[in-house]
């Protein structure tokens, strides 16, 4: 690494809530991991790949959730991705023949029918279903560093009030990554970007070296950071906190301002599930007959005074490659603009992953036309992971980040609103009495073990970022309600069964099996004193 280039941070963020459903084939909600190994995972994976095989220097950055590392892992929803595909083939394959008037219409019907059947491909006969092997084969090759995050994505900032909760979140998260990939990371993110000061501490006592703040976290530390953005700050616990450039960021994921809302990109919302009879599509749909995506559309992005015309994949690809070379050339003019004399300027620019392929189809090709213009067509800067930049210049200003997130007004309000504030007070309660189990329980066995377990397991779910979200975005808003009420519900019941020494093995059995996540959790997490003894290099 040279002091006369910048350097790209580039983070991609991958998680979904824990959508395990057991007792019901083809459950609406697991189709959010089907869809996202589909149209986000797949494709990228594949894409780095083929970039390693052409010799093109690549280096992201991703992060991957506990609980999406857990659902890559389960050999159930493993079984029904590959079903979920099957039924997708058949389907493209009826609609091949069923648009066989309309040429333009059925060329995309077949691009489809071929993306399945390369999907079916990719996941069962290159990876064997396993795809955390391979993100740790990307990793191991030198294309992407990876990175933790929190044990349920608990936004943090909300649950600091208990200590206990954020150690175990983090704690959990770090020796989940190390489960799964075989070595501690060295990077953690922070579920929505969010940070308090309160934070601090617990990361480090995990062995954390790196996180990633939204811009005002660092911007407004104290003292104020020299260099602003362009390098990180170490926190008082010796922490690299770096900060994502959000002007730099909106031009990706914002569909009124950024790239993804061009009129030659597809259409997000016009699934034919919601065009066609219900009996064409009745083997795609769930067996509730609800209409729910297919990820079969046929349409590019118009406006309200256009007509509808249908997507022309050649002309997007372009459009992609266009709008990846104008966000090198918007990258390298901001490295540029004030390039420390002793370091090389960094700019990090962070997302969730299922923008990438879900919810911007062309997102990978964008993706892979970015890498290849950062190796070939510019010589202003190149790509990095936090890590490598530490290594290379490890003498950092030191700050206390601000609180912060990179919610809507940047800070607690989407995950603490008049839709969702309920669910704090009994979250705080099962939390306190979560912190009473384990104190008097300090060496439990046998049936109260496989309580104290399940009850943790039950109220790390119920504190998922992804319920108050929904709750207060209206989106999946009811199945959040309930998601949130039944992990409350079951933490409950069996810490009532635990105090009154009469644990049903019957209802314990059911909801461990429901809920098979963290194989190596251990209560005692939730003890005083557990985590600090264990945390400081326990996975290293």
């Known amino acids: 690494m040279t002091t006369t280039r910048g350097k790209l941070i580039f983070h991609l963020h991958a998680h979904l809530p824990w959508v395990r459903h057991p007792g019901q084939e083809d459950h609406l909600e697991e189709r959010w991991l089907f869809d996202a190994i589909t149209e986000t995972y797949l494709p990228i994976i594949d894409r780095l790949f083929a970039l390693r095989a052409e010799g093109v220097p690549t280096r992201l950055t991703l992060s991957?959730?506990?609980?999406?590392?857990?659902?890559?892992?389960?050999?159930?929803?493993?079984?029904?991705?590959?079903?979920?595909?099957?039924?997708?083939?058949?389907?493209t394959d009826a609609e091949v023949r069923r648009l066989r008037?309309?040429?333009?219409?059925?060329?995309?019907?077949?691009?489809?029918?071929?993306?399945?059947?390369?999907?079916?491909?990719?996941?069962?006969?290159?990876y064997g279903g396993h795809l955390i092997a391979a993100f740790r084969e990307l990793a191991e090759a030198g294309l992407a560093e990876l990175a933790a995050s929190a044990a349920t994505h608990a936004f943090l900032p909300l649950h600091h009030t208990s200590p206990d909760s954020?150690?175990?979140?983090?704690?959990?998260?770090?020796?989940?990554?190390?489960?799964?990939?075989?070595?501690?990371?060295?990077?953690?993110?922070?579920?929505?970007?969010?940070?308090?000061?309160?934070?601090?501490?617990?990361?480090?006592?995990?062995?954390?070296?790196?996180?990633?703040?939204?811009?005002?976290?660092?911007?407004?530390?104290?003292?104020?950071?020299?260099?602003?953005l362009r390098a990180p700050i170490i926190t008082p616990s010796g922490i690299a906190a770096f900060g994502r450039a959000r002007t730099m960021a909106k031009v990706v994921w914002s569909t009124q301002e950024g790239y993804p809302g061009d009129p030659n990109y597809r259409d997000f919302d016009t699934d034919?599930?919601?065009?066609?009879?219900?009996?064409?599509?009745?083997?795609?749909?769930?067996?509730?007959?609800?209409?729910?995506?297919?990820?079969?559309?046929?349409?590019?992005?118009?406006?309200?005074?256009?007509?509808?015309?249908?997507?022309?994949?050649?002309?997007a690809q372009a459009k992609a490659g266009a709008h990846a070379r104008n966000f090198a050339t918007r990258c390298g003019d901001w490295l540029s603009a004030g390039s420390p004399a002793d370091r090389p300027s960094?700019?990090?620019?962070?997302?969730?992953?299922?923008?990438?392929?879900?919810?911007?189809?062309?997102?990978?090709?964008?993706?892979?036309?970015?890498?290849r213009h950062v190796a070939y067509d510019q010589d202003r800067f190149d790509m990095a992971s936090p890590s490598d930049l530490l290594r290379a210049y490890p003498v950092l200003q030191a700050a206390e980040p601000a609180a912060s997130s990179w919610g809507d007004g940047g800070y607690n309000?989407?995950?603490?609103?008049?839709?969702?504030?309920?669910?704090?007070?009994?979250?705080?309660?099962?939390?306190?009495?979560?912190?009473?189990?384990?104190?008097?329980?300090?060496?439990?066995?046998?049936?109260?073990?496989?309580?104290?377990?399940?009850?943790?397991?039950?109220?790390?779910?119920?504190?998922?970022?992804?319920?108050?979200?929904?709750?207060?975005?209206?989106?999946?808003?009811?199945y959040a309600v309930a998601r949130a009420r039944r992990h409350l519900g079951d933490?409950?019941?069996?810490?009532?069964?635990?105090?009154?020494?009469?644990?049903?093995?019957?209802?314990?059995?059911?909801?461990?099996?429901?809920?098979?996540?963290?194989?190596?959790?251990?209560?005692?997490?939730?003890?005083?004193?557990?985590?600090?003894?264990?945390?400081?290099?326990?996975?290293?």
């Not at 769930?286 to 349409?299: I, L």
């Not at 700019?347 to 890498?371: K, N, R, S």
Request: glycine letters at 6%; proline letters at 7%; aromatic letters at 12%.
């Open 413 to 478: 309000a989407p995950w603490l609103a008049a839709q969702n504030d309920w669910l704090y007070p009994p979250l705080h309660d099962a939390a306190a009495r979560m912190h009473g189990l384990a104190t008097r329980h300090s060496n439990a066995s046998g049936s109260v073990l496989r309580a104290l377990n399940q009850a943790a397991r039950e109220l790390l779910l119920a504190q998922a970022s992804d319920w108050p979200l929904m709750m207060s975005r209206g989106t999946s808003a009811e």
């Open 166 to 228: 954020t150690s175990a979140q983090i704690y959990l998260g770090v020796e989940e990554f190390h489960r799964h990939f075989g070595w501690a990371p060295d990077g953690f993110w922070l579920p929505e970007c969010g940070f308090t000061k309160e934070l601090d501490a617990p990361l480090a006592a995990a062995g954390v070296r790196w996180i990633v703040l939204e811009g005002h976290g660092l911007a407004l530390a104290r003292p104020a950071p020299s260099l602003g």
């Open 346 to 371: 960094s700019l990090v620019t962070a997302y969730d992953a299922e923008l990438f392929g879900h919810w911007w189809y062309e997102g990978p090709h964008w993706l892979e036309q970015l890498i």
């Open 491 to 540: 933490f409950a019941a069996i810490a009532d069964q635990i105090e009154s020494h009469q644990i049903d093995l019957d209802r314990l059995s059911e909801i461990e099996a429901r809920n098979n996540l963290f194989p190596a959790l251990d209560y005692r997490v939730f003890q005083p004193g557990f985590y600090g003894e264990n945390a400081n290099g326990a996975s290293r």
């Open 101 to 126: 008037h309309e040429p333009a219409l059925q060329r995309l019907a077949v691009a489809y029918r071929d993306g399945f059947r390369a999907a079916s491909r990719s996941f069962r006969d290159r």
């Open 64 to 91: 991957l959730s506990p609980t999406l590392l857990g659902m890559l892992a389960d050999p159930l929803l493993q079984s029904r991705y590959v079903r979920h595909l099957e039924r997708l083939i058949l389907f």
């Open 272 to 315: 034919v599930a919601f065009e066609l009879p219900f009996e064409p599509l009745r083997r795609v749909l769930p067996p509730s007959g609800e209409r729910v995506a297919t990820g079969v559309k046929y349409y590019r992005i118009t406006d309200s005074r256009e007509e509808r015309a249908p997507y022309d994949a050649s002309r």
